[in-house]
């Protein structure tokens, strides 16, 4: 997780001091008996109420009320929560979130336990002692080697869990991030438990494109971002002749959604969109993902973890990682993207167009790589978030 996701300063240190020291004191005092375990979750730095540590949370409520009172920590800056009418929504930075969180009895985040459960934690981390931490993660590691900042460092080794997809991930993230193998469990995602496996369209005829984010893109000025690389293959499949036509010729629709993390560029992405021949720009701050991934019957992407969700349903995907050396030298990653990537490989914006039209004119509707899906993925049975709550939690 880059520091740079969240805007500098944004939590002033003394107001943060004043309110963690108040809600430590506080904490001391004793609950009226028989109170339900406390559970805090939170995901995408509370900015949408999506992923694993969203259905986690929908799973508790829904599921064990009776056992656990589940808070869902949002960003206070964002309406979803109300519009939502999310149960049990606690703001991020509040003094009733500090509060919760040192009488929590467990904590679930997605990204970043200072992002998504209590801001700063880093700096108080030491005075929680009695709270279990588990790291739900976000999509099934491998396109992205884990960059750890200097914050990061007293978060993961404070943290109890870490789960898995599968033993596929157990063993990369006990081999080359080193946790401790008493800490990795393998219950699956909670997000797959959205949706049964194997479900492709009868017929292709929406696609979603999506390209993940760049840590590296953040310092760049509104100039240097419309020389980079990120967007010129934006604007070159969306201004390809051949692709447009062929959306056009076969009453496709094509949405492009832009990352939550590239909002900053947003307003170089609007005038983009071609409605005369079906391509339409969507940003994700507006629209669910979860809905995105099931009403779309093929992805064209580079490495989101999106691809995850595209594979475990069996629908078609092309990928197209145009700043492969780049991507490389900057981040690297576990997986080889050349050999192991579920998809067609497409290295230009001519292989992209050319895959397309191999996918519409022959009528592809399933994902041939399909049959390696086991291979990263462990469980298929809409048991993932049960798993989690019972190998943590024992309930």
């Not at 893109?217 to 293959?233: A, R």
């Not at 914006?349 to 899906?373: D, F, G, M, Q, S």
Request: aromatic share 14%; charged share 30%; with cysteine.
């Amino acid at each position: 997780m880059s520091i740079e996701l969240k805007e500098r300063g944004r939590f002033d240190p003394l107001k943060v001091f004043l309110k963690v020291s108040a809600a430590y004191i506080l904490s001391f005092f004793p609950s009226r008996k028989g109170d339900k375990k406390i559970v805090l979750v939170g995901g995408n730095l509370g900015e949408k109420y999506e992923d694993n540590a969203a259905v986690f949370h929908k799973y508790l409520i829904e599921n064990h009320q009776d056992k656990v009172t589940a808070y869902w920590m949002y960003d206070p800056k964002k309406s979803y929560a109300q519009d939502k009418q999310l149960a049990n929504a606690v703001a991020l930075g509040s003094f009733r979130n500090y509060r919760l969180f040192f009488k929590a009895d467990y904590t679930f985040h997605g990204h970043s336990l200072m992002y998504d459960i209590a801001p700063a934690v880093d700096k108080f981390l030491f005075l929680n002692r009695k709270t279990t931490i588990t790291h739900v993660s976000h999509g099934i590691e491998g396109f992205k080697k884990i960059l750890i900042q200097k914050e990061d460092v007293p978060l993961l080794a404070r943290t109890d869990y870490f789960n898995c997809a599968s033993e596929y991930e157990k063993d990369l993230k006990l081999n080359q991030w080193e946790i401790p193998e008493n800490k990795l469990i393998v219950t699956g995602f909670p997000r797959f438990d959205r949706f049964k496996t194997n479900q492709p369209a009868p017929q292709v005829r929406k696609i979603l494109m999506m390209m993940t984010w760049r840590e590296w893109l953040f310092d760049l000025t509104e100039e240097e971002f419309v020389e980079s690389d990120y967007f010129k293959n934006t604007l070159g499949l969306v201004s390809h002749e051949g692709i447009r036509k062929l959306i056009s010729d076969n009453d496709l629709h094509m949405r492009v959604a832009l990352h939550p993390f590239m909002r900053k560029f947003e307003k170089h992405f609007t005038g983009l969109d071609h409605p005369e021949s079906g391509i339409e720009f969507q940003d994700f701050n507006h629209s669910s993902i979860e809905k995105a991934i099931v009403e779309n019957d093929m992805l064209l992407t580079d490495i989101t973890s999106v691809s995850w969700d595209f594979l475990y349903l069996n629908k078609p995907i092309i990928f197209n990682m145009f700043d492969k050396e780049e991507y490389m030298a900057r981040r690297g990653t576990y997986l080889s993207l050349d050999t192991d990537l579920y998809g067609y490989k497409a290295d230009s914006l001519e292989e992209v167009y050319l895959y397309l039209k191999k996918i519409v004119e022959e009528n592809i509707t399933t994902n041939e790589w399909y049959p390696k899906a086991p291979l990263y993925i462990d469980y298929f049975d809409q048991n993932n978030c049960e798993r989690l709550a019972k190998n943590v939690m024992g309930i």
